[in-house]
């Protein structure tokens, strides 16, 4: 995969009816688990194939036009943009019809909406990235972005896991960064099978375990909920202070864009106001119901 | 109704049950927030007791309730609810030993709707309204008008087969009896005018009707026959119908709605008084409920013995539609 | 502070002829009352019964702005791939006749939202288009509490012209530069006398002593974040609650929407539909559901229009209209509510 440089592109705005979804073509199906795949695209029309740019943790509205609309993060990385990727697991009509889908299909795109990691405030710094089965999909985006600027962060630790080892996604990623020795990859299983040699435990033991140092460190975590509830008080054991942690929220979404009301938490909504939120900014939720 | 006395025996009772620890809360009627209206009252606090009241504006089916609270509950219930409950019980939905049956003998609610209508003016430009055993006595600024009380009547009160809960624990006042024939058909001339129009007449009728619908679901959440975790309207795999209030999509909602709840709907009317744009949707469950008296001669929760009609089935069951 | 002297005034008799010269440029609705329900709809051209009936509709007039049902667009599937198409707008700009202050307001509160950070468009095509004629109350309901919301039975605010009752004929205050226009077209207003301006005077003064019903929103907001985790209050608040979508239907500030998809062989359209907050699915995930609970959307519900809603616009969304307590199947109060939460505000801090 090529590495663009696309920080010459102007940040894109959607033009017109912000409703209306733009077409792409799937070019590539990758199938991660049983049930995940991630779907390589690329728009139909060559001006805005040109024109799109996104920034990591952003999210689109992937639909199947007739079939419905749902929220996925783009798991792709700005810095190599030449197509996009979004990773899709099997939950439901819209997710089950996207997977009878074929290379050459055309789906709908609306995006890129919400915020995005802050990479300002990531520069300089040693980056921990903890997740846990297709939670590294939006990390993803996040790790290549960094690993194509290397010069740019100190020490970067990636600690991933999955429930089995037939769980665990983007296995040619965690090849790529386990052979990069600039990057500490650290795989776990919760439980292996006869033939995984690797190592056992839940993600936030493994943190423990491997306990990266917090000094000017910042800990960007993405998986289950339940994963993030046990690794958060794990980072604050290790010195993570509640601005050290980043993670990004998923919640029910339609429009994308702050208005139909669905995944608002108190008066911000996650489709506008995130996805990507500190743990101090979760902390001052007015409410508990994320 | 007269109930001076039966309300007094309500509180007491009331009372007397949570204060015994024999129910968990009570469920009942108290003063609404508007004038000639009345809200359901849920509470385990023996202090909001003196609150309850019986008169002729208790409109609601409470036992819509009993499916979602957990715990014993002591509930207010006229002859037309406690039927609900009785098909509760034989849904198994409802454990006997959980309810406590608190009887109204019920002679009928009042219509709102239909004082309105007689007198030319809303709700709260009406200054009172009182029952006088077989009249009503509405009056408007100061002017003092009679009627009897048939015309205030709610239709299916009108055409009321158990005014006194059969099933009940505590009965809170003296038996009233059924309607007469004269009345029950009454209660049912908005229901056969559209049965002797022509079909196509009777279907745009509906089509026009069924344009106004919001799919707000208020029949469906007022019928204590309605109790799925997840009704079908929210079903994707597979999609039965879009939430879009398309007259069609509408149309077919409330049909489906009536074949689940046929054979356990009680005619309570509720979901008719629930609707905001005024959708006749009794004449559909009416219809229903006399096609299943009809061609089974069953009719729900008259009796807590017999299985609930469509869950059951018997060798002597008619087969011959399968060919 | 508008002199009223620049007033006019239309007499009742010539409602009939002023809508008609309306109905040239505009699409006229007027409120409607018929046997089933009272609804805003289209004039027909001659029928003006309307003007005798001094009360406010069942459905808002967001509907007409934001109706029930929407086509966002249509598409179709050929060899070639998709292509969409957007519904057709041909209808001319729309002239509301005879919203009421609380409405009127309640549109403005939609605006805020359907045009912030990304605009709208099907709202905004139709609205920014639109023109408002208000109609100033004369006999509230006993559940309209407009007056407790920086608000009155006749308050001109948000309209572009404001009509005034005053007997045989209207008073007519122009608002805007819209409304402004507008009469200057017309050959049908009078010049008003100093007894049409008392006249007016007096309708207010007298409706708005009419508004009984009321509420203390001083500190509001921080009264009920202050009992936002109290379980237990919500609940018994929650308890009778059906969780139909009554209120939030025809609340005139509630705004929340689906989007589903139809198809149909090769070809179908994108909907977006009125939606409600209090609904079980509303925020439900694949994997989890954080408002399963009932009394967790009606707290929602409470607190998004009177704390997450002032917190982003500035504005409480409710202007108390009343339709969610007249219609509400058990009759439950969002007044009583706030004043129950408030008192329990009221003894935590006091302790």
């Keep these: 995969m090529a590495v663009s440089d696309i920080s010459h592109r102007p940040r894109f705005l959607a033009k017109g009816n912000v409703y209306l979804p733009h077409i792409a073509v799937i070019e590539k199906i990758i199938d991660e688990t049983y049930d995940t795949s991630t779907f390589h695209f690329n728009f139909k029309d060559e001006k805005l194939r040109e024109e799109f740019t996104f920034e990591s943790g952003q999210f689109a509205l992937v639909s199947i036009l007739g079939i419905g609309e749902a929220p996925f993060c783009i798991c792709s990385s700005p810095t190599r943009i030449d197509h996009l990727e979004c990773s899709i697991r099997q939950v439901g009509r819209l997710t089950r019809a996207l997977h009878r889908l074929g290379v050459g299909a055309e789906i709908g795109f609306r995006g890129p909406y919400g915020n995005c990691f802050p990479l300002d405030f990531l520069q300089g710094k040693n980056l921990v990235f903890v997740g846990g089965g297709i939670g590294l999909s939006p990390l993803r985006s996040l790790i290549w972005n960094v690993v194509d600027n290397r010069d740019r962060y100190g020490n970067i630790d990636i600690i991933y896991g999955a429930r089995s080892p037939a769980d665990l996604c983007f296995n040619y990623d965690l090849e790529a960064w386990d052979k990069d020795k600039t990057v500490n990859m650290v795989t776990t299983v919760d439980k292996g099978d006869e033939s995984w040699t690797g190592r056992e435990g839940f993600v936030p033991q493994v943190l423990e375990q491997v306990a990266p140092s917090a000094s000017n460190a910042v800990a960007i975590v993405c998986g289950p909920p339940i994963m993030i509830r046990f690794t958060f008080p794990v980072l604050e054991k290790l010195g993570f202070t509640p601005e050290q942690m980043i993670t990004t929220l998923e919640k029910r979404m339609k429009c994308g864009i702050g208005k139909c009301g669905r995944c608002n938490i108190g008066n911000i909504y996650v489709c506008r106001d995130g996805p990507v939120f500190s743990y101090a900014q979760i902390m001052s939720f007015i409410s508990s119901e994320y | ?323 | 502070m508008k002199k009223v002297t620049d007033s006019k005034k239309i007499s009742k008799k010539n409602i009939a002829k002023l809508l008609d010269e309306w109905r040239q440029e505009f699409t006229v609705f007027v409120p409607w009352r018929d046997e089933a329900v009272a609804k805003w709809a289209r004039w027909d051209g001659k029928d003006t019964s309307f003007l005798d009936w001094y009360r406010n509709t069942v459905v808002p007039p967001k509907a007409i702005f934001f109706p029930p049902m929407e086509e966002m667009f249509s598409f179709q599937k050929d060899r070639e791939g998709y292509h969409l198409e957007l519904p057709a707008s041909d209808e001319p700009k729309q002239l509301i006749f005879g919203i009421r202050p609380c409405d009127a307001k309640a549109l403005a509160v939609l605006n805020m939202t359907f045009s912030d950070a990304y605009e709208d468009p099907y709202y905004l095509a139709k609205r920014n288009g639109g023109v408002l004629v208000g109609l100033g109350c004369t006999n509230p309901y006993d559940s309209c509490f407009c007056t407790s919301l920086d608000s009155s039975p006749t308050d001109s605010a948000n309209v572009d012209l404001m009509l005034t009752d005053i007997g045989d004929d209207f008073l007519v205050e122009a608002i805007t530069d819209k409304g402004k226009a507008l009469m200057a077209k017309t050959s049908l207003a009078e010049a008003v006398t100093r007894a049409d301006e008392a006249r007016a005077k007096d309708v207010k003064e007298t409706t708005y002593a009419k508004v009984t019903k009321k509420i203390d929103t001083e500190g509001i907001k921080e009264k009920l974040l202050s009992g936002f985790d109290n379980k237990d209050l919500w609940e018994k608040i929650a308890a009778k609650c059906i969780t139909c979508g009554i209120c939030t239907f025809l609340c005139p500030t509630c705004y929340c929407f689906d989007i589903n998809d139809e198809l149909v062989k090769n070809q179908g359209e994108r909907f977006r539909s009125w939606d409600s907050c209090a609904f079980p699915l509303y925020t439900k995930m694949p994997m989890e559901n954080p408002r399963v609970e009932k009394w967790r959307r009606l707290r929602q519900k409470v607190c998004h229009k009177y704390v997450f809603y002032p917190m982003n616009f500035d504005v409480i969304a409710c202007t108390g209209c009343g339709r969610c307590i007249r219609l509400c199947p058990v009759n439950w109060d969002i007044t009583q509510t706030l004043d129950n939460l408030s008192a329990e505000a009221q003894v935590k801090m006091e302790k």
């Design chain 2, 1 to 323: 109704m007269k109930d001076g006395g039966m309300e007094q025996k309500l509180r007491s009772e009331a009372k007397a049950l949570l204060e015994q620890g024999k129910v968990d809360y009570i469920i009942g009627f108290e003063a609404g927030s508007l004038k000639f209206t009345t809200t359901p009252l849920i509470t385990s606090d023996k202090d909001d007791i003196d609150r309850l009241v019986i008169n002729p504006f208790i409109v609601n089916n409470l036992s819509v309730y009993l499916s979602e609270l957990k715990g014993r509950a002591g509930i207010v219930v006229k002859g037309c609810d406690s039927r609900s409950i009785v098909s509760l019980l034989q849904d198994n939905k409802v454990a006997r030993e959980n309810v406590v049956i608190l009887g109204v003998p019920c002679s009928g609610i009042i219509d709102l709707g239909k004082v309105e209508k007689l007198v030319g003016k809303d709700r709260d430009e009406i200054d009172d309204i009182t029952q006088d055993r077989d009249r009503v006595v509405i009056t408007v600024d100061d002017n003092r008008r009679e009627f009897p009380i048939r015309e205030v009547l709610f239709d299916n009160c009108l055409g009321c087969e158990l005014p006194t809960p059969q099933e009940y624990d505590i009965l809170l006042g003296e038996l009233t009896s059924a309607a007469s024939d004269e009345d029950k058909i009454a209660s049912q001339k908005k229901i056969n005018s559209l049965k002797n129009i022509p079909p196509e007449q009777r279907w745009e009728f509906w089509r026009s009707e069924f344009d106004r619908c919001l799919r707000c679901y208020a029949c469906r959440n007022v019928c204590p026959a309605c109790f799925c975790q997840r009704c079908f309207v929210e079903e994707t795999e597979p999609l039965w119908l879009l939430p879009v209030p398309r007259w069609q999509d509408n149309l077919v909602f409330q049909v489906i709605r009536n074949m689940h709840v046929a054979g356990r709907c009680t005619d309570c009317g509720e979901c008719e008084r629930a609707c905001p744009v005024n959708i006749p949707l009794r004449s559909l469950t009416r219809e229903m409920y006399d096609m299943v008296d009809e061609l089974f001669h069953y009719k729900a929760g008259m009796d807590k013995e017999a299985s609930s009609f469509l869950a059951a089935y018997e060798a002597t069951d008619v087969e011959d539609f399968i060919r």
